[in-house]
């Protein structure tokens, strides 16, 4: 059974930097495709980046536009981690991040220039929160 956990989240300053991890259990990752996503109160939840499996002739990274330049996405398959490096971050960046993973649909949609639907993925994690603000 696929286990998704982030961690990182908080408080931050505009311009300030975070680091979010999902730590994921149950699976082998190299056969998984990952996502990042947010939600804001009151607004739908949104995918900002995603990373495919290894081998893929195509495996992404992908990034939403208002974050590329300034996330990045990466995976340590030894460690079984997912990161999502956050710089330069706005207050239009608060929102609960969630981490992602599915080894069919999503491991087939994640490229360079696109990324899966919240429905193409079947695990998901809890969820942490990131709040900019000064």
């Known amino acids: 059974q696929v286990h998704l956990v982030e961690s990182g989240g908080g408080l931050v300053q505009p311009g300030g930097s975070l680091r979010l991890s999902c730590a994921v259990s149950?699976?082998?990752?190299?056969?998984?495709?990952f996502g990042w996503f947010r939600q804001a109160p009151g607004k739908e939840r949104e995918g900002i980046a995603c990373i495919s499996s290894k081998g893929e002739r195509d495996g992404g990274p992908f990034y939403r536009e208002s974050v590329e330049g300034r996330f990045t996405i990466s995976r340590d398959n030894a460690k079984n981690m997912i990161h999502l490096q956050m710089n330069n971050l706005k207050p239009e960046d608060t929102a609960v991040y969630y981490c992602?993973?599915?080894?069919?649909?999503?491991?087939?949609?994640?490229?360079?220039?696109?990324?899966?639907?919240?429905?193409?993925?079947?695990?998901w994690g809890q969820g942490t929160q990131v709040t900019v603000s000064s």
């Open positions: 149950g699976i082998d990752l190299n056969e998984y495709s």
């Open positions: 992602a993973a599915d080894k069919l649909l999503a491991r087939i949609k994640c490229n360079s220039y696109s990324m899966p639907a919240a429905a193409d993925y079947g695990d």
